[in-house]
């Protein structure tokens, strides 16, 4: 029996489809690498994953899951303040406070769910939390939250623009405190925030700075620590939240890193950590393996900017004009949405899986095909993945 809201859905994702943006799921057969197969396709190179240092599938990462499987058991069963802490959430989470440079670190089911917790649990009516323009959706719906439960005041500062944020700051003296948050990475663009900059108009104006890594941590630094290591500034920055989702095997869970009140108060206050099962052993085992292996093999990083390097370079000289960045983020702008979509499956038809982002992700008008480099391919990877660009390009006229 169909309903209205039914026949509403129903008509927009009709319409999606008749304006060719609408999204459809493609089914890998194993796991993430370089290359992967794909029901229905085969094998296809992988130009779409966060897993930036290839070490979903490291050996050492999954044996440490599996062992964890087996001392553990499947899943945590309860919440953190009852019976869901394991002594492995202790290790990890020490792990992670070593590797971002803070004394005390937090895990979460994911950073979607650290990004949700903090504004809304640490501020109050009396406060004030403003964010970059470009902030990811987590960031941008914890500070709605945090708004409409605590009553703080809440602004936006244009992208990475300080002056910008030392006018909102200044305006704001009355605030008991006042929050900045800001990406390490704009995971659209690949750009990296201004840290030097902002850390300096935090402290001219007494604010805490919080910034998001989840793009940052594995990837940016000499070692892989993120931001602040890039900046050389580790321990300069109040809070860190970051994933284990990404260059840290890509698992699931998250965590809020920054000082010991900081996180003890979360544990006392944060909804998500009442009301959500800890993080289950298998992956908190995998993130802290994943860990131990980047401090052992700070190389991983260097491959990773040696190949990001190497395939920016060649989009540029087959014509196409990627955003300029020193993150594994490359997008390749192509104007609409649907031109974006239709792009990625042309080359998804020779082999290479590109994603195609439009609206309302980004800006309408700013679609683009987001490729994300990985440790793991080899140079053969990227050439074939070139030569899939360069023939999708030219039946498109986009070179």
């Known amino acids: 029996m169909t309903n209205a809201l039914d026949t509403r859905l129903g008509a927009a994702l009709t319409q999606f489809r008749a304006d060719g943006v609408y999204k459809r799921l493609n089914f890998l057969e194993g796991p993430q690498g370089a290359r992967a197969r794909m029901e229905g396709r085969g094998e296809v190179i992988i130009l779409s994953s966060n897993n930036y240092l290839g070490l979903s599938n490291e050996p050492g990462v999954v044996a440490a899951g599996k062992a964890a499987f087996d001392q ?82 809440t602004g936006v500062y244009q992208h990475n623009d300080m002056a910008d944020l030392d006018a909102k700051l200044r305006a704001a003296s009355d605030r008991k405190v006042k929050m900045v948050v800001t990406d390490g990475v704009f995971s659209m663009e690949g750009a990296i925030v201004d840290l030097p900059a902002i850390v300096d108009v935090c402290r001219k104006n007494g604010a805490v700075l919080v910034v998001d890594d989840s793009h940052s941590t594995g990837v940016l630094g000499t070692t892989g620590r993120g931001t602040a290591e890039h900046f050389n500034m580790v321990g300069d920055v109040d809070i860190i939240t970051t994933t284990l989702g990404k260059a840290l095997s890509g698992g699931a869970g998250g965590f809020v890193a920054g000082s010991p009140e900081v996180c003890d108060y979360l544990i006392q206050r944060a909804r998500p950590q009442l009301f959500t099962n800890a993080l289950p052993a298998p992956v908190a085992a995998a993130g802290l393996a994943a860990i131990e292996y980047l401090e052992a093999h700070p190389e991983r990083v260097r491959k990773l900017r040696d190949n990001t390097r190497y395939f920016r370079l060649g989009l540029k000289e087959l014509g196409f004009k990627p955003l300029d960045g020193e993150t594994p983020i490359v997008p390749v702008i192509v104007g609409e949405t649907a031109a974006a979509i239709r792009m990625s499956e042309l080359l998804l038809d020779e082999g290479v899986f590109a994603t195609g982002f439009g609206y309302p992700v980004v800006p309408q008008g700013t679609a683009r095909v987001r490729c994300q480099i990985s440790a793991a391919h080899s140079v053969d990877d990227l050439d074939e993945a070139l030569r899939a660009f360069a023939k999708v390009g030219r039946r498109l006229n986009l070179i």
Do not use: Y
């Not at 290790?91 to 895990?107: C, F, K, M, Y």
């Not at 650290?114 to 004030?128: C, I, Q, S, V, W």
């Open 72 to 153: 553990f058991g499947a899943g945590s069963a309860s919440v953190r303040f009852i019976c869901g802490t394991i002594t492995l959430h202790r290790d990890l989470e020490a792990a992670l406070a070593r590797l971002v440079g803070t004394p005390a670190s937090l895990s979460f089911m994911s950073c979607w769910n650290a990004n949700e917790a903090f504004p809304g649990t640490m501020l109050t009516e009396d406060d004030l939390i403003l964010s970059d323009q470009l902030n990811h959706a987590s960031i941008i719906d914890g500070i709605r939250l945090a708004k409409v439960i605590t009553k703080c005041q």
